[in-house]
């Protein structure tokens, strides 16, 4: 029902930037969030962070906070993550998500459809 592309990735240096897109097709709800998760090599998924399609609401985990900014179009149904000051530890494939808002989205949880993720590879 619901399609997610993600694009933007790549290879960069330590302290450069990178600004990924998660283009969503099909019907996406008002009620509805986008998260955006990474799993680095050899780790379980970790969650980055969510925005509300309104805007009212979103989340960074403290590894990237202050560094990461996570924004949407709501009339292209486009969400960002917009990457600066990329560290090697920030290596990781990206995926966003999406799933109905809730305590238990909010907290990186139960999302029901993923896009295929893009690699972002971040060199010292």
């Known amino acids: 029902q619901v399609q997610l592309v993600e694009s933007g990735g790549g290879l960069v240096q330590a302290g450069g930037s990178l600004n990924l897109s998660c283009a969503a097709s099909?019907?996406?709800?008002?009620?509805?969030?986008m998260g955006w998760f990474r799993q680095a090599p050899g780790k379980g998924r970790e969650f980055v962070g969510y925005i509300t399609w309104d805007g009212s609401s979103s989340y960074y985990t403290d590894s990237v906070k202050g560094r990461f900014t996570i924004s949407r179009d709501s009339a292209k149904k486009t969400v960002y993550l917009q990457m600066n000051n990329l560290k090697p530890e920030d290596t990781a494939v990206y995926y966003c998500?999406?799933?109905?808002?809730?305590?238990?989205?909010?907290?990186?949880?139960?999302?029901?459809?993923w896009g295929q993720g893009t690699q972002v590879t971040v060199s010292s």
């Open positions: 998500a999406t799933g109905l808002f809730s305590g238990t989205t909010k907290r990186g949880r139960g999302y029901d459809f």
């Open positions: 099909g019907r996406i709800i008002n009620r509805h969030l």
